[in-house]
């Protein structure tokens, strides 16, 4: 499972081109509204580039009034956005906010539109202060007035304000009539980012009722149990996940590693080769290793011989031969045992091979393999601490060799 909460790509590209209407009042001159008339119907018909020319050129060739300039450098930045041209439309639209006279239905409508851009320029701190400047206008709810707090809590993910992130989100969701999965997303994610793990739990039981086919959304809840030592209830969550089948592989192996957690790591065992065999899992070594490491728990130690045998070919080292080596040698199957610890010794890596040595000493003396067993223990024997061990078992080999020889 993944611990860490990415930031989400949360907010897919809206499209942020309003119906701009043609203002027929007296605030602006004649010329002005030839000119503005004139560039909508050419961005009506995408011809932007011609609407930014025909606009800038007004610009600069007629003063006119403050109101005229915030005008026409709205309809610019109307144009700019037709061009994807983010900076330029930035810049309009705050020169045409700082002429403080635009309507205040068209001033919230700007304020919006540059917090969005600002976000999609990563301009975090800039897109606050454009929202939070559209929240304090004095109008009945924008019809974006969810979406706005849904772009501000994003700003503030982004920035890390996770309390702030929590309050825009939660007002974007009870705003809205359909809540954007992307809102509860950053919900439970700044919770999560304040090891919040209850108030985390009902964004993402939301997000599972919206898309459950969405495996991180189940891994998520899951987390926010474990989180909790609600080993149950995430146990229970991953078990209805697979039930399902909204369940990808990685967390197939913290499934199992959870029946072995909530006390029945046999269950976990099953399921693991039951998944090797039928091909969702790979046939890995640490995929087989965890299989056997399941039977063990199990103290179900002749199942876990099965999948450390078929573990040992993949081994970077001997330490898993050895480990099956040991299961031999503890049931009392003494050729395999030894044939097991003769290989790890081969293989290397291992912590401590006097002591293997010995362990292949003793299997091969019992299987009756006392060549291989005399060169072991004097393998064995380089460990000063194994003298007494390796002495006695010298004498029990002399003993087996003078029975044989005698026989």
Known sequence: MKRRVAIFAILSAVAIWPAVGIPSDPAVTRATYQVLNQAR????????????????????????????????????????????????????????????????????????????LYVQEEAFKNAIGAFESMFKIALPPHPEQARAHGWAAYAHYRLGNSARAIDHARSAISQSDKPETAWYRILAASHMQRGEYREAEAPLKA??????????????????????????????????????????????????????????????????????????????????TLTA??????????????????????????????????????????????????????????????????????????????????RALQQAGRDPKLAPQVSYWQEVLARKRGDRDRG
């Not at 050419?42 to 060739?61: C, F, P, R």
């Not at 026409?72 to 041209?85: E, I, K, N, P």
């Not at 020169?95 to 700007?110: H, I």
């Open 207 to 288: 997000l599972i009722r919206i898309n459950p086919k969405e495996q991180s959304h189940w891994e998520q809840l899951a987390y926010t149990y474990l989180q909790r030592d609600r080993r149950q209830a995430a146990l229970a969550t991953y078990a209805l996940a697979y039930r399902l089948g909204h369940i990808d592989p990685a967390d197939l192996l913290q499934f199992a590693r959870l029946h072995a957690a909530s006390g029945i790591p046999e269950h976990g065992a099953r399921l693991m080769s039951t998944w090797l065999d039928d091909g969702r899992l790979a046939a890995s070594h640490e995929n087989l």
């Open 41 to 116: 119907e050419l961005m009506d018909h995408d011809a932007h580039t011609e609407a930014v020319v025909i606009l800038q050129k007004a610009l600069v060739s007629r003063p006119g009034t403050d109101h005229d300039t915030a005008m026409l450098l709205q309809y610019l930045g109307y144009a700019q956005l037709g061009l994807h041209r983010h900076g330029p439309a930035i810049d309009a639209f705050e020169g045409a906010l700082q002429k403080a006279t635009l309507p205040p239905d068209d001033t919230r409508q700007l304020w919006y539109l540059l917090g969005q």
């Open 293 to 374: 490491e399941l039977w063990l728990m199990a103290r179900e130690n002749k199942m876990a011989i099965g999948p450390l045998t078929r573990a040992v070919p993949l081994a970077k080292d001997g330490t898993t031969a050895e480990r099956l080596g040991n299961l031999y040698y503890e049931s009392g199957q003494w050729d395999s045992a030894a044939n097991a610890f003769e290989r790890a010794l081969a293989e290397g890596g291992l912590k401590n091979a006097a002591r293997t040595a010995l362990l292949l000493a003793i299997s091969a003396c019992e299987s009756g393999d006392y060549r291989s067993a005399d």
